[in-house]
């Protein structure tokens, strides 16, 4: 991967990130806010290629923060921006996690094959797609019952042109898992949300769901289909799927 490879990743996320969010440049900085939830994940800002921002940009990104009553925070490719670090460190933020970007190669993605008992399937209707946000729910240790607005969401990938997959008991059609590929920008797709409810880990349904939508959204005409591990050990199931790392992703905040 080249400099120009994560300088396509870092600007589809600028596109994707403002997506059914409320969205402002400051200064050198695209900061994000969702509405619905101050979950930390889907509240974040992204700095421009090769910023270099001042005090004062800093400083004018977290008062925009503090005023949507979110914490500030920051996700993004850290080889593409290596000057903004220092300017955040300085103003009191700190480092959450370093986690792996990896893009989709198929090198070691050997089959096509689910899980025995388990069948993987396009969502498209009110119950698959209800499935798929009731495992993401679950996985993701989210609290009370499922909101209308998650698959409400997911009707707007599939809106956006991305892609869905749930995994289910071939039997019974209980959700297993399930995860989603975001609407491609220039070629350039984020494979997402991949969860598997308790009952039905370890057994490979993770790494076949990621297999699937990575080899549905090459067929759609994608040539840059990346994700963000949580972890390496993370990082070992979607390397078995046919992704490999290429860099890092820079997740830091500053507190209340």
Not at 132 to 154: F, K, N, S
């Amino acid at each position: 991967m080249t400099s120009a490879d994560l300088r396509r990743i870092q600007s589809y996320l600028r596109v994707a990130a403002p997506r059914g969010r409320d969205h402002v440049q400051i200064g050198p900085f695209l900061a994000t806010f969702n509405r619905d939830t101050d979950n930390p994940y889907l509240n974040y800002a992204i700095p421009d290629d090769d910023a270099s921002p001042s005090a004062a940009d800093v400083q004018a990104l977290v008062a925009a923060y503090r005023e949507h009553a979110r914490n500030p925070r920051l996700e993004y490719v850290p080889a593409v921006a290596p000057a903004v670090e220092r300017a955040l460190v300085a103003a009191g933020f700190a480092v959450e996690n370093r986690t792996p970007l990896m893009v989709y190669t198929g090198v070691a993605a050997l089959t096509d094959a689910p899980p025995d008992g388990i069948e993987l399937l396009d969502a498209a209707a009110d119950e698959e797609l209800r499935g798929v946000a009731t495992v993401q729910w679950e996985a993701y240790e989210e609290t009370g019952p499922l909101p209308d607005r998650v698959v409400a969401g997911l009707r707007q990938t599939l809106a956006a042109d991305g892609a869905i997959v749930l995994a289910r008991d071939a039997a019974t059609h209980e959700p297993a898992g399930g995860g989603l590929c975001t609407g491609p920008h220039d070629g350039a797709t984020e494979l997402t949300s991949v969860g598997v409810r308790e009952p039905f880990r370890r057994r490979g349904i993770a790494e076949a769901t990621t297999r699937s939508l990575a080899r549905r959204m090459e067929a759609q005409g994608c040539d840059c289909i990346f994700l963000m591990a949580d972890s390496e050990r993370v990082a070992e199931i979607y390397a078995r799927a046919g992704f490999e790392t290429i860099s890092e992703v820079l997740h830091i905040s500053v507190g209340p």
